[in-house]
């Protein structure tokens, strides 16, 4: 899989590319990240990549030509045109099912904002997808971009330790799309805090009950869409049912 950056500050990347676990990922050419800076496909001494918004206004506004003479560098480079995603707070906000599909495709162009964002007729000409990071604004798309190529590498067969770990993560469609239990390790007592006791009884079936129901209490009460979505696609056992009915929250 193959992922082409383009960002005026390409060195933001490297040194979150080469820690953590991921960088086997991406040091073993698994994820295969390259940087283009727009900025390499500009006219001029000034090397400008902005200009002033058309109808006035404050901010700037990334030009089109230097973006479209960069996009197609990559495309030549990669052999053939490939998905261009842009980052952006009117985009789709980046969810697991999102990551999951772009972790399972050949990669993409990513297209990392500045100023108060692109030239549009660029974005209609050239942008396949747009994904946003969340109901806020970023100064650039770097950090979104980033966040993207973390939560894809790590679904990357043999990147994590245990193959299982991601299994068990928040969100995942294995556990039903509920959030994550809470985790505990050594020591037993810590500052008069205990592991609670299932997870201490050396008995499979009770620790895995206890850990359902931690998921599905915690996401009763703080993403109730989650079990409403669970709840949609009948994913839910009626042992789940009785549980979520005794939880003191309202309208479950
Ligand atoms: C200052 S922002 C532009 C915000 C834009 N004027 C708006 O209000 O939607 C500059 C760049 O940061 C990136 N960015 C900002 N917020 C983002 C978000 N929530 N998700 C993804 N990218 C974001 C985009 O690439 C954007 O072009």
């Not at 979150?16 to 496909?41: C, E, H, M, T, Y």
């Not at 079936?205 to 931690?214: G, K, L, N, S, V």
């Not at 409403?228 to 994913?235: F, H, L, S, T, V």
């Amino acid at each position: 899989m193959r992922f082409d950056v383009l960002t005026l500050f390409p060195e933001l990347f490297a040194p979150f590319l080469a820690s953590g676990i991921n960088r086997r990922a991406f040091a073993s050419g698994q994820v295969d990240v390259r940087f283009w800076n727009p900025r390499d496909f500009s006219e001029g001494n000034y090397r400008r990549v902005d200009d002033r918004p058309f109808g006035g206004g404050p901010g700037m506004v990334m030009m089109a030509e230097p973006l479209a003479r960069c996009v197609e560098a990559v495309f030549a480079d990669r052999g053939e045109p490939a998905p261009v995603v842009l980052f952006s707070p009117v985009g789709q906000p980046l969810r697991h099912s999102l990551v999951t599909e772009w972790a399972a495709s050949a990669g993409a162009l990513l297209l990392c904002g500045r100023y108060e964002g692109l030239d549009q007729r660029f974005i209609d000409r050239y942008v396949t997808h747009q994904i946003s990071l969340g109901d806020f604004v970023l100064s650039g798309g770097e950090l979104a971009a980033l966040a993207l190529l973390d939560a894809v590498a790590r679904l990357q067969p043999g990147v994590l330790g245990d193959a299982d770990s991601h299994a068990q993560d928040s969100f995942n469609p294995e556990l039903d799309g509920l959030l994550d239990c809470p985790h505990y390790t050594r020591p037993e007592v810590w500052r008069d805090m205990p592991v609670p006791a299932p997870l201490m009884s050396g008995h499979h079936a009770q620790i895995e009950r206890w850990r359902r129901e931690q998921r599905l209490a915690l996401t009763a009460k703080r993403r109730p869409d989650l079990i409403a979505a669970a709840r949609a696609d009948g994913r839910l056992q009626s042992k789940d049912e009785q549980y979520l009915q005794q939880l003191p929250l309202p309208g479950l």
